[in-house]
């Protein structure tokens, strides 16, 4: 039998931290209790522009419990105002009670700290505030006229293109040009955002619910103006990240600043309705699309303008052209982004930022081209596929599109659709079929792993990376057991600790693709060292032998023999001799009451181009719960501003709809046989935010389909379509 023979990856194995969740042996942030642990809660503005004229703590400090209330008044001067001086993801411009300014409603404006929670909460309401208030801008459509282009965005440029597109749109045979918008809407993973604080002299340990415990480190440091080696992060487990958790809020720095204040260790765990406005969200969005297109569906040009808001106080862009410029084969293309100015807090990254967005605005583009031709929207996709990524000419490093559309076209059926809307029924209901095109970039960034032999005959793996619920334990346990080539349960990997190796943010779909050649790399020097002495494990001729050799070989040792390992793309993204990204195809299946305007999504049909997957299991799993997500963007998601006070009216999940398991028809969902080399070492891209991609197109698509009705603003809500 070859060594490779055994190998764990691809294999569905269970995760490997499911005991400990199941048996709530799994802790997460805001369940660590240090001795003598007291609590905080926010106190936030009720205004969204203007100044604290007054604010009275004295009734809420008397308060059985209290232990102190942070204000403006009496927080401690920090460097640079409190600015953190570290660029985002990992830091944002925060509020950390430095001045009185209130620049949005929900904005921290004062911590009380009490012996309980209920006790804070209490103390909490009794914080008397008056306001100066300042004429606040809430209204997106007016400020659209002082839209302005940013300065820098993290990824490319604000305005890109290639050829001459408004001259192509002129003498193109057939155009289409039509405006897309999508709402507000916010993160609501199942663990709101929480922070536990405790100094030790001048040493501080944060258990942080987040996605990037190095950027915490840093982000405090810098804003609290001590080294970062005096900082130490946690985060052994995360119940759900999605972009909110991948900067540092107030919030943390606030615990930090009132454990110190209090010389006791001090929680922050944000209510349901703090999940609004002061961790992020995803902006609005306004996105004008023209295609020109020749008789025969060849695309001859695009134009993409894209309007998003962001706070007063600091850009976000939401890259929305970003899918448009890589998806088609055009002969000529334009793209633009630009921001309003609005008194709300920063928007942020929300899974698929931009990607999702989008997605949404050029597939539902190109179903209304393929109307307008009269062709199926699958050929025009076929007709236009980019065989190089169309902005650069860079060959792609792996892309297997084609074989996705065939495949999940031939599972759904796609062939016996009829082409006229209105056209297929069952019983009194609508039924319309619609598709879209999925994607996301790959991503890589510079990481760390070791790997160390116990004398008992296991491997601990280490790695300064996170579990945002999306199976690192499991998959980095694969990788590892992979390379050097032992049973999985002999390997135990440890991240969630700045102490570990460092690794990047678990954002942009890279942890797999960054963290997962370190760990290969840490093990294969393991490897090395073990074999010149003995490599008795490798030939062993089942895994049972190879479990006897190698603890044999550990007990040899006699004590722990350790291997470090790095991993690093060559260049940045852009300097690459290939282009990397994944695509996916999307085929669903709506069913429309005519009277009542009710949409159900019974079926969802999705092939994948993600290179080389690591687990079946979990990797399934992160796709389709991407389509899920992306039904709620679809269907219900919408954060509704009230526009005289700047406060989202529908912050809790009684309001805010996202699907449940009654909303949820069949998820059919497969990857293609792929093997990516050319992007990392292990073949692999990541995969936790294409799952969202084109599924809210695609759904638009198909109930356009079913009624003749376009809904070109999301969500498509009943009223839209009576």
């Not at 031939?410 to 879209?436: K, N």
Request: proline residues 7%; neutral net charge.
């Amino acid at each position: 039998m070859s060594e490779r023979a055994a190998s764990p990856i691809g294999r569905p194995i269970d995760r490997v931290d499911g005991p400990a969740k199941v048996t709530g042996r799994a802790k997460y942030s805001a369940e660590f209790a240090p001795p003598g642990l007291c609590h905080a809660v926010i106190v936030q503005s009720t205004i969204p522009s203007g100044r604290i004229a007054r604010i009275d703590a004295r009734a809420a400090e008397a308060m059985p419990g209290v232990v102190l209330v942070l204000t403006h008044r009496n927080a401690p001067r920090l460097p640079q105002e409190g600015r953190a001086a570290v660029n985002p993801p990992a830091g944002r411009e925060i509020s950390v009670l430095q001045a009185d300014a209130v620049r949005y409603n929900g904005e921290p404006i004062a911590v009380v700290v009490a012996q309980t929670l209920e006790q804070a909460e209490e103390a909490a309401a009794h914080v008397e505030v008056a306001y100066e208030r300042r004429a606040a801008e809430l209204d997106f459509e007016r400020a659209r006229s002082a839209a302005y282009r940013p300065a820098k965005m993290i990824h490319g440029k604000a305005d890109n293109g290639w050829g001459d597109a408004a001259k192509a749109l002129r003498s193109a045979d057939v155009r289409i040009a039509a405006t897309y918008t999508t709402p507000y809407e916010h993160h609501n993973p199942m663990e709101p955002h929480a922070t536990v604080a405790q100094w030790e002299g001048e040493r501080l340990t944060l258990w942080d619910s987040t996605q990037y415990v190095s950027g915490v480190r840093d982000t405090v440091a810098k804003t609290l103006g001590v080294p970062a080696e005096n900082v130490r992060v946690l985060s052994p487990f995360v119940g759900g990240g999605f972009g909110c958790k991948g900067s540092t809020w107030s919030h943390v720095v606030l615990a930090a600043m009132a454990a110190r204040a209090a010389r006791r260790p001090v929680k922050l765990a944000l209510e349901r309705p703090q999940m609004f406005g002061p961790v992020g969200g995803r902006p609005r969005t306004e996105q004008k699309i023209e295609l020109g297109a020749e008789r025969d569906g060849r695309i001859v040009a695009l134009r993409h303008d894209v309007v998003s808001h962001t706070s007063r106080f600091e850009d976000f862009t939401e890259p929305s052209t970003q899918p448009s410029r890589a998806l088609y084969a055009y002969a000529s293309c334009a793209t633009t982004q630009r921001l309003v100015k609005l008194d709300l807090g920063t928007p942020t990254f929300q899974r698929a930022p931009g990607e999702s967005t989008g997605t949404f605005a050029i597939e539902c583009a190109m179903d209304e081209l393929a109307y307008r031709l009269g062709m199926d929207p699958l050929d025009l996709r076929l007709r236009n596929h980019a065989d190089v990524e169309p902005e650069t000419g860079r060959p792609w490093s792996s892309k297997k599109l084609r074989e996705c559309y065939e495949q999940a076209a031939r599972r759904f059926g796609w062939p016996r659709r009829t082409h006229e809307p209105r056209s297929m029924r069952d019983g009194s209901w609508l039924v319309g079929w619609g598709m879209a095109t999925a994607t996301y970039p790959a991503h890589r960034m510079p990481s760390q792993a070791s790997a160390t032999l116990l004398p008992d005959g296991t491997v601990v793996v280490r790695s300064g990376t996170q579990d945002i619920g999306t199976g690192t334990y499991t998959v980095m346990t694969q990788v590892a057991a992979d390379e050097l080539a032992i049973p999985v349960d002999l390997v135990r990997f440890e991240l969630g600790d700045t102490r570990l190796p460092k690794a990047p943010i678990s954002g942009g779909s890279m942890t797999v693709s960054s963290v997962g050649p370190a760990v290969q790399a840490a093990c294969r020097e393991l490897r090395a060292l073990l074999e010149r002495q003995d490599g008795e494990w490798l030939r062993a001729g089942d895994e049972d032998a190879r479990r006897t050799a190698f603890r044999a070989l550990a007990r040899r040792q006699g004590q722990p023999l350790e291997a470090q390992g790095e991993a690093h793309p060559e260049q940045g993204d852009d300097k690459q001799p290939f282009a990397a990204r994944s695509f996916g195809a999307l085929f669903v299946e709506v069913r429309i009451d005519p009277e009542l305007g009710i949409v159900r999504v019974p079926r969802i049909v999705a092939s994948y181009s993600v290179g080389r997957l690591l687990n079946a299991k979990t990797g399934i799993s992160q796709l389709q719960g991407g389509i899920v997500w992306g039904v709620g963007m679809a269907l219900t998601e919408e954060s509704l501003l009230d526009p005289a006070t700047g406060r989202y009216v529908n912050e809790n999940l009684a309001e805010y709809h996202v699907p449940v398991n009654a909303d949820i028809g069949a998820i059919d969902v497969t990857v293609v046989d792929e093997d990516d080399a050319r992007f990392n070492p292990l073949g692999i891209r990541g995969i936790g935010e294409i799952g969202i991609t084109g599924v809210a197109a695609a759904i638009a698509n198909a109930v356009y389909h079913a009624t003749g009705k376009r809904v070109r603003d999301l969500p498509i809500t009943l009223d839209k379509l009576l």
